[in-house]
């Protein structure tokens, strides 16, 4: 089946510590987002790639990085510079091509620093 | 600058009741809308989409939503709700121009028994 993957579900860090998270797709996207979710503020766009080996600031990205070295695979770093990284992380991707323009979300990953 | 508004936070509403769930966004280009479901703790799923053609667009699990250009609005609504449409539900605004979605802050389904 075709899909987005996130892992873990679930992830506790201390405070300073940097974290991955990972996302993975097989729907053959070129495109590929990174969004937060907090509670009452909808989602908001940390980083966004339309391909490999390039990648875009959203509204969000400071204290963030990301990578995209293969079509399938957008990791977001959440680093110690980051204030308030608690939060629900959704990564999403989009095909370019044929016109249907909606992204399709992975389950999300609950990151907790405490 | 582009901006959607989901005008209720949260909506509670009696199982077997109609529901609409409203949405307005401010653009003076053309646009493509989007409404999201997103049960909790998981990602977000299509519940449907309008690109361009008929105003009234059919979705998902009995859902509908309709354009309206000169209102800038997009409300989506079901007849009859059901305890399992308990769920956010969010609105999301494309700009043509550069293909990023603008979101609402969502809208909470609570279906009441």
């Known amino acids: 089946d075709g899909g987005i993957t996130q892992s873990p579900k679930y992830l506790f860090r201390k405070e300073g510590q940097n974290v991955t998270l990972s996302c993975e797709q097989n729907?053959?996207?070129?495109?590929m987002y990174w969004y937060r979710q907090d509670p009452g503020q909808g989602l908001r766009l940390i980083y966004y790639?339309?391909?490999?080996?390039?990648?875009q600031k959203g509204d969000i990205a400071e204290g963030y990085s990301v990578s995209r070295e293969k079509k399938e695979s957008f990791p977001l770093t959440v680093t110690s510079a980051q204030k308030n990284p608690t939060a629900f992380y959704l990564c999403?991707?989009?095909?370019?091509?044929?016109?249907?323009?909606?992204?399709?979300f992975g389950p999300g990953t609950r990151l907790t620093v405490t | 600058a582009q901006s959607v508004t989901q005008l209720d936070s949260q909506v509670p509403v009696f199982e077997e009741a109609p529901v609409e769930l409203r949405c307005n966004y401010s653009?003076?280009?053309?646009?493509?809308l989007f409404w999201y479901v997103q049960y909790p703790n998981q990602g977000l799923q299509l519940l449907l989409k309008?690109?361009?053609?008929s105003t009234l667009v059919k979705g998902i699990n009995g859902f509908e939503a309709e354009f309206n250009k000169s209102q800038t609005s997009f409300h989506l609504r079901k007849p009859s709700v059901h305890i399992s449409d308990t769920a956010e539900y969010f609105c999301?605004?494309?700009?043509?121009?550069?293909?990023?979605?603008?979101w609402g802050a969502g809208t909470k389904l609570i279906i009441k028994p």
């Open positions: 309008y690109l361009s053609g």
């Open positions: 729907l053959n996207h070129d495109a």
């Open positions: 653009s003076s280009v053309s646009v493509y």
């Open positions: 790639s339309q391909i490999v080996n390039d990648f």
């Open positions: 999403a991707s989009r095909g370019l091509a044929g016109g249907s323009y909606e992204q399709y």
């Open positions: 999301a605004v494309m700009v043509a121009s550069n293909y990023q979605l603008i």
